[in-house]
């Protein structure tokens, strides 16, 4: 098993940073991917970025390309979210999940998943 907990979500005005931390334990050797994904009210929960956990390998959605950084500091088993020029439409809750997805984009595939961290951007 895999514990997953998400930190580092808060308000913030439009344009603003935020930097998502997601802490992974247990049985983390055969995670080979580690992702975000977000679920705003009404909508359906939406692929954000991936990191492979031993290439280093990453890849966004087309909606996140150019402000959002995805990065993973393997000595402390985390994971991290940088998101800036934060708009409106960012507001959601962020989820981070884990495993050896066959499709890095669809959330089933992942084994493990947080609880989850509320961002909200204000305009």
């Known amino acids: 098993q895999v514990q997953l907990v998400e930190s580092g979500g808060g308000l913030v005005q439009a344009g603003g940073s935020l930097r998502l931390s997601c802490a992974a334990s247990g049985r983390t050797g055969g995670t080979l991917a580690m992702g975000w994904f977000r679920q705003a009210p009404g909508k359906e929960r939406e692929f954000v970025a991936v990191?492979?956990?031993?290439?280093?390998?990453?890849y966004y959605a087309d909606s996140v390309k150019g402000r959002f950084t995805i990065s993973r500091d393997n000595a402390k088993n985390t994971l991290y979210l940088q998101m800036n020029s934060l708009k409106s439409e960012d507001t959601a809750v962020y989820y981070c999940?884990?495993?050896?997805?066959?499709?890095?984009?669809?959330?089933?595939?992942?084994?493990?998943w947080g609880q989850g961290t509320q961002v909200t951007v204000s305009s």
């Open positions: 990191i492979h956990t031993r290439g280093g390998s990453s």
């Open positions: 999940a884990a495993g050896a997805p066959s499709r890095l984009a669809i959330g089933s595939d992942y084994d493990y």
